[in-house]
């Protein structure tokens, strides 16, 4: 199958309320990032995200270019086996084999199967059958995320392997759900997403 016609599939949708989350020095923040799955059926999505999702920063996650994020299932694997090896469970830690079914791996929106960083592109769309999703950026970890997945090595893992995800902003707004099929339909292809993401990495190496 050719990148011009590639899909995916949405395995989870998943929201989360602001609440309290311990980092590291002893701090208390407020934070959007433990989400679980939408109880049922279909979830609205409009110009700033999902209904029920909340962020506490929007610098990070939220506003009209970062409503939404999506995630590779492909990715479960590796998070799992870097827990192990951490001996630590995430915030939102869960056992069940598919990865988006009851809680997010990592904090995402939408945990997605058959679709990497390295096969999308800045500007590429994710069209469903009631909305239409348009890639902007890679995700980059802050330093909450490695309060949320339980070891402070968390952000550089996702930093050296590239398990980024994407931030999606809403085109068409609509409703989506679990089971859907997305077609992956191309923007300019000027960038690649995973080349986003090196440089950011680069960038923050240098500084």
Not at 13 to 19: G, L, Q, Y
């Amino acid at each position: 199958m050719s990148e011009a016609s590639m899909t995916c599939r949405i395995l989870g949708v998943h929201v989360a309320t602001v609440r309290p989350l311990r980092v590291a020095g002893g701090r208390t923040v407020m934070s959007g990032i433990g989400k679980q799955a939408v109880a049922s059926g279909f979830c609205r999505v409009g110009p700033l995200g999902l209904d029920g999702d909340e962020q506490a920063d929007p610098t990070v996650h939220g506003g009209l270019a970062k409503a939404v994020y999506a995630y590779p299932s492909e990715h479960a694997a590796l998070w799992r086996q870097a827990r192990l090896e951490a001996g630590v469970a995430s915030l939102w830690e869960h056992d069940d084999e598919t990865a988006g079914a009851s809680a997010s791996l990592v904090g995402e929106n939408l945990a997605l199967a058959g679709l990497l960083e390295s096969q999308v592109w800045i500007g590429d769309r994710l069209r469903l059958p009631d909305c239409e999703l348009v890639v902007t950026e890679p995700r980059f970890p802050c330093f909450k995320f490695n309060a949320a997945m339980g070891w402070n090595g968390a952000a550089r893992q996702m930093a050296r392997t590239g398990a980024c995800g994407w931030y999606l902003s809403v085109a068409r707004a609509g409703s989506l759900a679990a089971g859907q099929m997305a077609e992956l339909v191309p923007g300019p292809r000027r960038v690649r997403l995973s080349e986003v993401f090196a440089a950011q990495v680069r960038r923050r190496v240098e500084l």
